[in-house]
Structures are given as C-alpha cells and as structure tokens.
C-alpha cells in the first residue's frame, strides 16, 4: 500500500510522518505519533471524543483524512498544560467533570476552542460549545460549570 | 483493493479525473465519506482531493452569494455576505461538524441530513459544474444530474427566508423535519412561493401542493390554513428512529403553519 510522507506541527513541534492512504487523523495521531489524549469513540463523527483542533478550529479526528493536516498545526489535550487555558484541566478537577473520563479529552477541546474565540461565554454559549461531545455518564453540569468556572478565573494560569 | 487518495490543483482536473474512474468518490468535508472509509466499504477505491483555493471561497454578489462547494457552515458563518445564510448552517451538527461539512456535501447527504440542501432549493440556487454547466440544485439533490460542483450561486431572498428545524435534542440533534421557505409577494399577494421539506422523504423535496395553496393569495390565515392543510401531500415520509412516517405527516402542516405565521 502506498504510504505518503506528511509534516505538521503537533502540539507546538514539528513531526513527520507516513500515512496510509484514507488514514485517519485519529490512527495517525495515537498509532503513528504515540499521542493517546485523543480516544476513539463511535468512529462515525457522533460522540465527539476524538476532537483535536486544526489550525484553532474543532475537529473530529475520526473523520479527518490524515493528508488534509500536513503543513497545519494540530493541538491535543496532550498539550494544554502549555498553552494558556491550562486552568481547564485544574478546572474540570476541581469540579468533578470527569466521571468515566472518556469524554473528557474530547471536552476539554472543544473547551478551549471555545475559551480562545471567546473569553467570556454565558452558559448558553458553553452548552453549543459542546453540543458535538457526548458525555454517556451524563455528567454535562459538572463539565459545563468547570468551562464557566475556567473562563471567569480568565482560564489563563494553574489555579492549584 | 487498498485505497487511493488522489488530489488536484484544480477542481476542473477533479472533476475530470472523477468522471474518468466510476469507482472513485470526490472527498469534500468527510463527515459522511470518511465513516465509509473507515468502515472499508469497498464500493470505491479512489478518493479524489482538490487543493483548488475556489472550492473554499465565498463572494458576494449584486443578488447574491456565491460559495465555493467546499465552503463549510463554519465559513459561512463567519461570513458577513452569507449572514442570510446563517441560521441554516448554524442548526447543521456541532461545532466540529460544522467545521468540516461543506456547502455541496449536504446536496448529497443521505436522510435525515440534508436542512441545508433544503434552503439552498428554497432559494432557487445553482450549481456551476467544475466542467462549465449550470444547473438547478434541485436536479442535484434529485440526482437527476452527475458531475463535480464547482461553486453555487445563492440568490439573496428579497422577502428573507424562512427556515426551522425540527429535532428532538437541543442544541445538537438530526432533523425530523425541517423546512426552508421563501414566500415573495407582489401587490399584496403571494408569487412564487417556494417551499422545501427536508425529512419527509428520500431527500429533500418541494412542496408542490401548499406551494399552490398560496399562489395568488393574500399570505393570511385562510390561505396558511389551506397550505398547512396540503403540506404532507405529495411525500412518502419513511419510519425511523427519530420519528414513524405517520407522526411526520400528522405534524407537517402543523409546522409549515407556525414557520409562516411567523416572522420572516
């Protein structure tokens, strides 16, 4: 099978990689660069907890063609912890917003798309923030509370 | 066979090379192609790519808009030329869909997708074909016509459209139904009205019979009655999980009255 050589800014830094053709994003980001943050769900674009931003905007790396991202850069929750809404993480603890914690990567970034193009959301705002993730232990107030919570703490600095 | 991924500088070569092999799929957004590629379906071999810059553009028009066909919800949001277009791109999945799925995938979007298909027949858009043809949406959605999508122009509805979405769960939830309307008036009555159901079928379809109801009459309560009254026939609405074909029919009119009873 032909394999096709990508580059693209994972996380801050640069990889290189070979892709299958039709390879996921998802496959490539757990099997080929060895990040695990994103989880495999339903692998049909429904429970949202493969989403990993491309170029800031949300996306589902189950359904993105591992090609479309070469020469684009692509965050994971694996590295929030140095970007400036960190305080998500700590936020999402101290509000008891992870139960099984499946979802929880796939919250977190949608989360901080939402934190970044908007500082200050209401609730409303929040709950369309992460109407493409779903949260099977149904534990949506806790994660709901814990953005809010992040976002007026300016979700900027660790609080713990 | 393992699967190929080809990708074009121009949508016009795209499209020729997707003419040119009938087991290839032009890959777009990929919110409903890559599942396929996911689950291995093996009635395609080739993914056909275009890096052409025209696919994402929007630009505005003396009547209009026109969008490239990949030109996503996302986009069209953000765009202030498209702002008539917003309130159907916003109801289209969440975020992340929203973030990937384009103008032109959602005419092909098997049911229960397609709301966005359903406004662009409401509007009366066209699609300009990467070979140089035009044509109606509507023969597109049908499938009444092959070939790769280039752009489509969207004309901006005089007398605004008018669209809703059914659906069970807020904010993010697939469509019962939803239908796009435009309702334009001439000397106080109603003249060429166009009214689309999304839901009620194979794909999106218009609504012939309360399309008639409203020709030549004053938009008021008497001739609202008698479109709502119509609204379900001509559809062969189908069971599934979200609704039976029963429960459609009983509630279409109920709807496609509020929708025009209601500000536009």
Same mark, same amino acid.
């Given at each position: ?29 757990? #099997? ?6 994103? =989880? ?60 099984? @914690? ?59 | ?158 007398? @605004?459209?008018?669209?809703? =979405?059914?659906?069970?769960? =807020?904010? =993010? ?14 000397? @106080? ?22 399309? #008639? ?52």
């Amino acid at each position: 099978m032909a394999r096709t050589p990508i580059e693209f800014t994972h996380n801050g830094e640069e990889k290189a990689v070979f892709v299958d053709a039709g390879q996921n994003l998802l496959d490539v980001l757990r #099997r080929g660069v060895g990040d695990l943050t994103p =989880k495999y769900g339903c692998g049909q674009g429904t429970c949202g907890a493969c989403t990993v931003m491309v170029d800031g905007a949300p996306r589902l790396s189950c359904l993105t063609l591992a090609q479309e991202v070469a020469g684009r850069s692509v965050d994971t929750v694996a590295g929030l912890a140095s970007r400036p809404h960190q305080a998500l993480q700590d936020s999402f603890m101290t509000h008891f917003a992870a139960q099984c @914690g499946y979802c929880t990567p796939g919250m977190l970034m949608a989360a901080e798309t939402l934190l970044r193009a908007n500082p200050r959301p209401t609730r409303e705002e929040v709950v369309e923030a992460i109407s493409g993730n779903l949260c099977r232990c149904t534990g949506y107030e806790a994660i709901i509370k814990a953005i809010l919570s992040a976002a007026q703490s300016g979700g900027l600095l660790r609080t713990g | 066979m393992p699967l190929t991924v080809e990708t074009y500088p121009s949508v016009a070569e795209a499209g020729r090379a997707l003419a040119a092999a009938p087991t290839s799929r032009f890959f777009g957004g990929g919110t409903i192609l890559m599942r396929a590629v996911n689950d291995a379906d093996p009635s395609f071999d080739t993914l056909i790519r275009s890096t052409d810059p025209a696919l994402t553009a929007i630009r505005s028009q003396a009547d209009g808009v026109s969008l490239g066909a990949g030109v996503t919800m996302a986009m069209i949001l953000a765009h202030r030329d498209a702002a008539f277009l917003a309130p159907v791109a916003r109801v289209v999945g969440g975020p992340q869909v929203r973030a990937a799925a384009t103008v032109a995938g959602n005419l092909f979007a098997a049911r229960p997708y397609g709301d966005f298909a359903a406004a662009l027949m409401a509007l009366g858009a066209t699609a300009e074909m990467s070979d140089g043809r035009r044509q109606p949406v509507d023969d597109l959605v049908r499938g009444s016509a092959k070939g790769l999508v280039a752009t489509i122009t969207v004309p901006r509805p005089r007398d @605004g459209l008018r669209f809703h =979405k059914v659906s069970r769960v =807020k904010p =993010k939830g697939v469509s019962v139904m939803s239908i796009a309307a435009v309702v334009p008036g001439a000397g @106080g009555r109603v003249a060429g009205a166009r009214i689309v159901f999304n839901g009620m079928g194979p794909q999106p379809q218009r609504a012939l019979a309360a399309e #008639r109801a409203l020709e030549g009459e004053p938009l008021g309560p008497q001739s609202i009655m008698r479109a709502a009254a119509a609204a379900a026939d001509g559809f062969t609405p189908q069971d599934d999980a979200l609704a039976t074909a029963w429960y459609r029919s009983a509630v279409a009119g109920v709807h496609l009255r509020r929708l025009l009873e209601g500000p536009r």
